[in-house]
């Protein structure tokens, strides 16, 4: 099995460095806006704890979940875990540079690092990149981080964020790319 892991990781990153769009750069200078049906502050500890759907907006981005723990560090950035509520998965998606480009995924927890713009999806993980509505991309695994800067994830067969032997399987579907299904055939020979 774990012979299977590093091709696919290979795949994964060769796919990555291959698409050159990225998260919409504007995303980065937006105010984060979180929206819950209760929540508390901790001003001493900087945190505030978020309760019953859970809506984070910053530019482009859109998370969601049952629950979420916001901790602010000294210069100001933010680092968000969220739950799905329960029977449900929290979720995230963002608008790719590039086009109408749109990245989405979901999973049982979901941390954000806006200082770094690290996604990182926890458990059930899925996470889509779409043309539009078209899917481009699915990748499936129990762990799967997100860089938005570079447009690089990785995928994990544990949930621990390692591959480990038998843990497990991670899973990538790549559609063709609709401009190279036009492209006419060459020639047989040539």
């Known amino acids: 099995m774990k012979y299977l892991i590093k091709p696919i990781l290979a795949a ?11 998260a919409e750069k504007a995303d980065s200078s937006k105010p984060t806006q979180i929206e819950a049906n209760q929540g508390t502050s901790d001003e001493v500890k900087q945190t505030r704890t978020l309760i019953g759907d859970v809506v984070l907006t910053r530019g482009t981005l859109i998370m969601k979940a049952g629950r979420a723990l916001v901790t602010t560090d000294p210069q100001g950035y933010q680092y968000v875990t969220f739950w799905g509520a ?6 995230f998606r963002q608008k790719r540079d590039g086009g109408d480009l749109w990245i989405e995924g979901e999973a049982e927890r979901i941390e954000y690092d806006n200082k770094a713009e690290i996604v990182r999806l926890i458990s059930k993980a899925k996470v889509r990149r779409l043309e539009g509505v ?46 190279a299904a036009t492209a006419p055939a060459p020639a047989p020979g040539k």
């Open 134 to 179: 078209k899917p481009t991309e699915d990748v499936e695994g129990p762990f799967i981080s997100y860089d938005s800067r570079k447009e690089f994830f990785t995928v994990e067969n544990s949930s621990s964020g390692q591959s480990k032997p038998g843990s497990g399987r991670v899973r990538m579907v790549i559609q063709p790319n609709s401009r």
């Open 86 to 91: 329960p029977g449900a998965l929290a979720t």
């Open 12 to 22: 994964a990153a060769l796919l990555a460095a291959a698409l050159p769009a990225s």
